[in-house]
């Protein structure tokens, strides 16, 4: 296996990166305020549809991740309401929102579009385009350093970056400023922290908008990002791999970056099984290889990757004593 081919793989994991850790940043704001929400699958896939419907009718990307910011919210808003004002259950309302996005998005997109579910082709505008950082064309005929930074740091979409910023954004947030103490607080004694004198529903409904629109960003980068538009059920249960991969993280930023990038990684090399058989010696059934993210979804949530604690107070209704 040559370095070009390394270096391909290597960029692959980082694309396919993206919408995971996103995913897993928000369900950590979500989670550390103490509540879960599993619904992360269908807030990327309503995204992911409303972002590509706004771009094909708009011409505009921008106006495009507005919407599909604006569809996570809706549904963030929607399970806040559910799980915070009216106390239901946490994993009851992110099934529903799950079942609600995956029905919804196919039912306006067959009204709308008539194509099945699907939104039209992106083209143009209508599309995150990759940036070309400073001084890559220069640098790229220096060896290692210049193909690693032209090919591997350059040359990718904005969210991609965006969700890479977020990661010490996030780190800096929850560990080192006023807000992020009382959010953490929130998820593990919301009793103190109401005796403080700092509302608890207030908190938890900042952590569960932080949540809609890191979800924005990541379903719109699927369907204009990623790819060229929407098609039925894009999301392919990243939703649940990024939840598997907070819990692999144990509820960390750095280590969620670290966990997600493992995830992309075996999607990167499903996609090479050419890859796979050099090393290997033989060919691979690519249904294999597709399955495994899910397989090592599976083996984390079967708790044989080691003891990972939640929020303490996570998945629990706060009722105020009176």
């Not at 996005?101 to 083209?123: C, D, E, N, Y």
């Not at 966990?259 to 090393?279: E, M, N, Y």
Request: charged letters at 10%.
């Amino acid at each position: 296996m040559d370095f070009l081919t390394v270096l391909q793989i290597l960029d692959s994991t980082l694309r396919l990166s993206t919408p995971l850790l996103l995913a897993c940043l928000a369900g950590l704001f979500s989670e550390r305020a103490g509540i879960f929400d599993i619904g992360l699958e269908g807030k990327m896939l309503a995204a992911a549809f409303f972002s590509a419907a706004t771009a094909a009718a708009t011409g505009s990307v921008w106006v495009g991740l507005l919407a599909g910011i604006g569809a996570s919210l809706a549904l963030s808003g929607l399970h806040g309401v559910a799980s915070i004002t009216f106390r239901g259950n946490q994993l009851i309302s992110g099934v529903a929102i799950n079942f609600l996005a995956a029905g919804l998005t196919v039912l306006i997109g067959q009204s709308w579009f008539g194509l099945g579910g699907r939104t039209p082709s992106l083209i143009g505008g209508g599309r995150f385009e990759p940036i070309t950082l400073p001084f890559a064309e220069a640098l790229s005929g220096v060896p290692i350093i210049g193909p690693l930074y032209a090919e591997l740091i350059s040359g990718h979409t904005i969210p991609v970056y965006v969700a890479l910023l977020c990661v010490p954004l996030t780190w800096y947030i929850l560990f080192r400023t006023r807000f992020g103490l009382r959010l953490r607080a929130v998820g593990e004694n919301p009793a103190a922290v109401d005796t403080a004198g700092v509302s608890v529903v207030g908190l938890r409904f900042a952590a569960v908008a932080i949540c809609g629109v890191l979800c924005g960003i990541a379903g719109a980068y699927l369907a204009t990002g990623l790819q060229a538009g929407f098609v039925k059920d894009m999301s392919a249960g990243r939703g649940f791999i990024a939840l598997a991969a907070l819990i692999f993280a144990k509820w960390r930023p750095w280590y969620a970056l670290y966990a997600t990038l493992l995830f992309g990684f075996l999607q990167a090399i499903s996609l090479r099984p050419d890859v796979i058989k050099s090393l290997v010696g033989f060919n691979v059934q690519i249904q294999l290889l597709d399955a495994l993210p899910y397989i090592l979804t599976v083996v984390i949530l079967a708790g044989f990757v080691g003891k990972a604690v939640p929020p303490r107070a996570g998945g629990a209704p706060y009722v105020k004593e009176r």
